[in-house]
């Protein structure tokens, strides 16, 4: 109790606060940074082109054209795909990781849990089809304990990109829902349209998120498409939701004694 008063205090006293990756999640529930390592960001772009490339055959390579090639109707069985393919990749997490690395270690830990597979979205115009609309992810499995690395593989702006609702305008959010008669995603929406943040992002950048505040996407009404990378971190010893360790999640980083100490059966005295 004690630490979380403690955690509230500093966030209204931002102004007084350094500005540390943590104290910025904290003010703004989300962080934009450039990559860690643009090598590795630019790796696993030619690992989609050259996965795309595989399952449609006159793909351009210009993930900006995707819809171009593919159908709304073939979308997800191309996603679907690409998503095996990659994951199979075993430089994948590595890559993934190191995009971040140090923004992590500052606000996760250095004994991290990642998720087994990293989520590949594609945003088409006009695509109705994959849609997520207003939701915090521990509404649905994942524990308030886990941060999502949100990777665009093109530019992403307007709704071309995610919105979410700054910390800030959280309680506005609880007062909302409880007055709301009929609490839908939609009427969410619609309730709070004016507090939401669009995230613009150059791609190079990365989206680190707070994912127990409210976000999602519309239909992108850009003229090109949208593919992006998501995966979640956590403390591997932290507490899980119904995504669990095993299931979802995969240890990824573990110090020599947490090994010992996980390995370790007591001899029957
Ligand atoms: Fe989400």
């Given at each position: 109790m004690i630490f979380q008063i403690q955690i509230l205090k500093d966030h209204f006293n931002m102004k007084k606060l350094p500005k540390t990756y943590s104290n910025i999640l904290l003010k703004n529930g989300y962080l934009i940074i450039n990559s860690e390592n643009y090598g590795s960001i630019e790796w696993i772009k030619n690992l989609i082109i050259k996965t795309i490339k595989k399952n449609v055959k006159k793909f351009d390579g210009e993930l900006n054209n995707l819809h171009k090639f593919v159908s709304i109707k073939k979308l997800n069985k191309i996603r679907m795909s690409v998503?095996?393919?990659?994951?199979?990749?075993?430089?994948?997490?590595?890559k993934y990781f190191s995009v971040c690395n140090n923004v992590i270690d500052e606000l996760v830990g250095n004994e991290l849990a990642i998720q087994k597979k990293i989520n590949i979205s594609f945003q088409l115009p006009k695509d109705n089809s994959s849609l997520l609309s207003l939701h915090s992810d521990v509404w649905s499995g994942d524990s308030p304990y886990e941060i999502v690395v949100w990777i665009p593989?093109?530019?992403?702006?307007?709704?071309?990109?995610?919105?979410?609702?700054?910390?800030?305008?959280?309680?506005?959010?609880?007062?909302?829902?409880?007055?709301?008669?009929?609490?839908?995603?939609?009427?969410?929406?619609?309730?709070?349209?004016n507090d939401f943040i669009w995230l613009n992002l150059k791609f190079g950048q990365i989206l680190i998120f707070n994912q127990t505040l409210p976000h999602g996407n519309v239909i992108n009404e850009e003229k090109t498409s949208r593919i992006s990378l998501n995966c979640r971190f956590k403390g591997l010893f932290t507490p899980y939701g119904t995504k669990t360790l095993g299931d979802f999640f995969e240890p990824f980083s573990m110090k020599v004694i947490s090994k010992i100490g996980t390995n370790y059966k007591l001899p029957k005295l």
């Open positions: 998503y095996n393919t990659i994951n199979k990749n075993t430089e994948l997490k590595k593989m093109v530019d992403v702006y307007r709704t071309k990109s995610m919105y979410i609702l700054p910390q800030n305008k959280y309680s506005k959010f609880l007062n909302t829902l409880k007055k709301l008669k009929n609490k839908s995603s939609n009427q969410l929406y619609k309730k709070l349209k």
